[in-house]
């Protein structure tokens, strides 16, 4: 049976790099109904932290990511003991200044790599490596082999970065006669100039882009194209979907691009595809973090988001678009549009009669609220859009918004004909 396995180091946050590492390794074991194993690999005990084996855990679940066993490396210190033992035992490992080293003779060695084909390690550099270390903890190339090999890792899917480590590795299972598993090195993610990640491309935890507002079905579909191209021209996926597509064989070579604008292009897409009800909690919490809104029905805040959800890249953009559907006050934008629109006062009338117009609607829905802006531009000839622009700009405070009628339904009555006297009391005082 299949097994594969994540390998987190818990001296920081889950990151890109990570989340993916973590999505393929578990796709590929869900695919082959085998199973996926979450390794802590806290033998750091100085750098591993317990806040971010949490952060690790809840942003794994959060997209989506199960693990049918987990296990931590401090827990295992005597294991790796026993081995070192072993090692020295068989005159393969000595002890110098409290540390214990492996030696090794070193042919050439080739690994058969799942994504990247044959690859061929001429030389290493020493003739010895490190296993235990002086403060009694473990080498990483030493605990994760014989955690692989007494785990039943059958393949070891991984970042790039780790492939230096791989020959290293293979002595290992060779020394403490264990099989070789298979590997697979997954290319480098890169920043759109190609280069190296930055903070500001990627190296953002998961749980921060959680915060920003973004769904995990889009990060999932992001970090899926971090460098599988599954071989036509499609961009959607889900897990499910991802589940039957993927291959280990469509990984890419050579370095992913990491483009913000498809992750917004992605989020937006969900965004718009969800049910209202299915972005509530995500949209409560990022607005209540806010301090936007503490106590609205879930009914009313579903209102809300149907009304944005056509147009926003995530969801923390409710903070700023939406915020005018939960104050009882509207400030004005101070822009020079909006201020001549502000400026036109001989717009007083007419905006009076169409208050009253809209008091009058009586099933107060986006069609019959239209209907008393026609009626009310046709009686005045004006064109609608000289009612709708300072309508808007009184019940939003802006000039752009999402559909004026559909806004007003849902303000409700009150609140839109109360804001529609608020700007002709501003008219009214302003009138000199
Ligand atoms: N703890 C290692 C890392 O976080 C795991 C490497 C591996 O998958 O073998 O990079």
Redesign the pocket.
Known sequence: MIKTR????PTGFLHMG?AR?ALFSWLYARKHEGKFLLRI?DTDLQRSRQEYIEEILTSLKWLGIDWDEIVYQSQRFSLYQEYAQKLKQKGLAYEKEGAVFFKYNFNQIEVEDLIRGKIVFKELPKPEDVIIKSDGSPA?NFC?VIDDALLGITH?I??E??IS?TPKQILLYKALEFDVPFFAHLPLILSPGGGRMSKRFGATAISEYRRQGYLPQALVNFLLLLGWSPGDNQEIFSLDLAQDRFELKDVNKSGAKFLLDKLDWLNAYYIKSASPQELLGPAREILEEAGVISEVSDEYLCRVIKLFQGRINRLSDLVEWAAFCFRDDVVYESDEKTRKILANKKKLEEIELLRQNISRVENFCATEIESAFRKTSEALEVKLKDLVHPVRIALTGRRIGPGLFETIEVLGKEKTLRRIENLLNYWRQNND
């Open positions: 994540f390998a987190p180091s990570g590492t690999e990483y994760c070891v991984r970042g970065d780790h480590n």
